[in-house]
């Protein structure tokens, strides 16, 4: 029997309020009883659950491992606005003139994720 993935876990200075930004991005909730100054504070949400575990070091190189968003209900431009809205930071931009490719943001504490399309964009490019 093959292994479940239970958490995709972040090392963090205040998890937090790193999970409640992620809350609010992935329209997740925070774990029962999770609240200010907890040292693993959990999202749940539709597909994935988040853990966030206090370090005392610091975010030094990019990640080896990130996250793809893909909006559900809006295009990736639109969610890109409604992210930096709530507190992510741009990075680097990978769009394309076809309508292709991504926008890597920083979130509050500076881990990269990537905004990719949403599918209904990626059957507009397709079918065209």
Same mark, same amino acid.
């Given at each position: 029997?093959?292994?479940? #993935?239970?958490?995709?876990?972040?090392? &963090?200075?205040?998890?937090? $309020?790193?999970?409640?930004?992620? $809350?609010?991005?992935?329209?997740?909730?925070?774990?029962?009883?999770?609240?200010?100054?907890?040292?693993?504070? /959990?999202?749940?949400? /539709?597909?994935?659950?988040?853990?966030?575990?206090?370090?005392?070091?610091?975010?030094?190189?990019?990640?080896?491992?990130? #996250?793809?968003?893909?909006?559900?209900?809006?295009?990736?431009?639109?969610?890109?606005?409604? #992210?930096?809205? #709530?507190?992510?930071?741009?990075?680097?931009?990978?769009?394309?003139?076809?309508?292709?490719?991504?926008?890597?943001?920083?979130?509050? /504490?500076?881990?990269?994720? &990537?905004?990719?399309?949403?599918?209904?964009?990626?059957? $507009?490019?397709? $079918?065209?």
């Amino acid at each position: 029997m093959a292994s479940l #993935l239970r958490h995709v876990t972040t090392d &963090c200075a205040d998890p937090y $309020a790193l999970a409640r930004f992620w $809350a609010e991005v992935l329209d997740g909730a925070l774990g029962e009883g999770d609240q200010p100054g907890d040292e693993e504070v /959990e999202v749940t949400s /539709e597909g994935v659950a988040l853990l966030f575990i206090r370090v005392p070091e610091g975010k030094s190189v990019k990640n080896r491992t990130h #996250l793809d968003v893909q909006p559900k209900d809006r295009t990736r431009d639109e969610e890109v606005e409604r #992210l930096l809205a #709530l507190g992510a930071t741009p990075f680097e931009d990978h769009r394309t003139p076809d309508g292709k490719g991504w926008v890597t943001l920083l979130d509050i /504490e500076g881990n990269e994720f &990537c905004v990719v399309r949403s599918a209904a964009e990626r059957l $507009a490019t397709e $079918a065209s």
